[in-house]
């Protein structure tokens, strides 16, 4: 088993780079495997969440070749997938799962998704009922909730004269997992798909289809992919994949709490379907700096800069957390040392991801002596006292595991940080990348 060993640190001071966004490297990975000729693809995240899915459309006939920091991808185009000869492991990644079935549920083969013991703990009724909807035939197996879908998923092919029909989708959730997996399978559908949500997700799928010339259209919360006298197809493509914001979050956070630190962070994504974390730190008055930098692939760029300073409690909720979904857990760092009270709401969500974030967040901030109420969508944090060290668990989810370590650069005393090799799913190397900005942490294997 790995664990980080924290101790309070001086100033965090220097440059710093993130690995590539792995929700954009997904699906960079999924359009070039579709495409028909060879795509390159630069700074993929090299975790494990997007290792999974390239190693799912291996399984299917896509090869794949990495020649200094570029993966070549040879496409095999819309109808060149093959079955695979065993079920496809998505391991960790919800990602990886909920589009894969998008995909594959389109195809005139059969295949089986399965995932690790947290994976397949999450909903998956969210994508199999819409995918039934429209004639996808998909089930998963029973869990803690009776009328609930967990993986593993079974797919079963469409046989000769069948195809996915058209779909009008209200989603009663705001996710991008969800309005992925349907327009992608919209991409083999016969008729219209068209994507309703409650407030706006990312929108890195719809970015990526009209790049490459994919006949779909957006306003506000609606997506609507419209394939009539559309060729179904695009050439293989070249692409950079940002910096990823969540990643830099933790840095940002560092740099505000650790007294007289200032750290850069070059070439981030700053979609702002994805921005919520920049402004949850604008209010909270930290002082964080936003370079634009250009764009790649419609999907724009900054440099930020946070320099340490006094940070103010606030209340997150509505849009903003839906636009920081995955950053709340950091957002919960800056609260407990922030005077006073912060209120977290409509984030239900998080008790759907590798681990309930909500109570995960509760159990830890209260270990370094935070006053945290645990509510049904969200967390009270009455802030700004001392921290003190802690013995924490990371319950395999790599944003408690690297909040814990913020956390413990602030608090008094030595913080251990059991169970983080899973931060490897998303940032390896962050413990290396810490330490070179000046921060107390060491990275040990210990016995289980």
């Not at 039934?132 to 079963?156: N, Q, T």
């Not at 945290?372 to 802690?390: N, Q, S």
Request: hydrophobic share 45%; with cysteine; aromatic share 4%.
């Amino acid at each position: 088993m790995k664990r980080f060993r924290v101790r309070p640190s001086g100033p965090l001071r220097g440059a710093v780079s993130v690995p590539g966004d792995k929700s954009i490297g997904h699906r960079a990975l999924l359009f070039a495997g579709l495409a028909e000729g060879r795509s390159r693809l630069r700074n993929l995240s090299g975790g494990l969440d997007n290792r999974a899915t390239r190693a799912a459309l291996e399984a299917m006939g896509v090869r794949f070749a990495e020649r200094e920091d570029v993966l070549e991808v040879e496409g095999v185009g819309l109808d060149g997938l093959r079955m695979p000869r065993a079920s496809l492991d998505c391991g960790n990644s919800g990602t990886t799962m909920r589009l894969l079935a998008g995909v594959v549920s389109a195809q005139r083969f059969g295949v089986r998704l399965v995932g690790d013991e947290s994976l397949s703990s999450r909903p998956m009724r969210r994508i199999v009922e819409p995918l039934r909807a429209r004639g996808a035939h998909i089930a998963g197996v029973r869990g803690k909730k009776a009328d609930e879908h967990y993986a593993p998923l079974s797919i079963a092919p469409l046989v000769e004269g069948e195809r996915l029909t058209g779909l009008r989708y209200e989603s009663p959730v705001a996710s991008a997992q969800v309005k992925s997996c349907l327009l992608l399978s919209g991409l083999w559908a016969d008729g219209v798909t068209s994507v309703y949500e409650p407030m706006l997700s990312r929108d890195h799928t719809e970015r990526m289809m009209m790049a490459l010339g994919v006949p779909l259209s957006t306003a506000g919360t609606i997506s609507v992919l419209d394939p009539d006298g559309w060729e179904r197809r695009w050439d293989g493509f070249e692409q950079t994949v940002p910096g990823d914001l969540s990643s830099a979050a933790f840095f940002l956070v560092a740099a505000a709490l650790v007294r007289g630190s200032e750290v850069e962070v070059s070439s981030v994504g700053t979609n702002p379907t994805r921005t919520g974390i920049l402004d949850a730190l604008r209010q909270a008055r930290a002082r964080v700096e936003i370079v634009p930098r250009g764009e790649v692939n419609q999907e724009p760029l900054a440099r930020l800069i946070a320099t340490h300073g006094p940070v103010a409690p606030q209340r997150l909720g509505g849009e903003m957390v839906t636009r920081m979904i995955d950053e709340v857990p950091i957002a919960c760092a800056l609260a407990a040392r922030a005077p006073g009270r912060t209120d977290i709401r409509d984030a239900e969500e998080l008790r759907a991801k590798e681990s309930d974030r909500l109570s995960a967040m509760a159990e830890l901030l209260r270990a370094f002596g935070v006053d945290v109420v645990e509510l049904k969508d969200g967390l009270t944090i009455h802030g700004g006292l001392a921290l003190r060290a802690a013995r924490a668990n990371a319950r395999g989810d790599h944003r408690i595991a690297m909040t814990a370590v913020v956390l413990g650069l602030v608090a008094e005393g030595e913080t251990i940080v059991d169970d983080v090799a899973c931060v490897d799913t998303s940032f390896p190397g962050f413990a290396a990348s810490l330490r070179s900005l000046g921060a107390d942490i060491v990275e040990e294997e210990v016995e289980a």
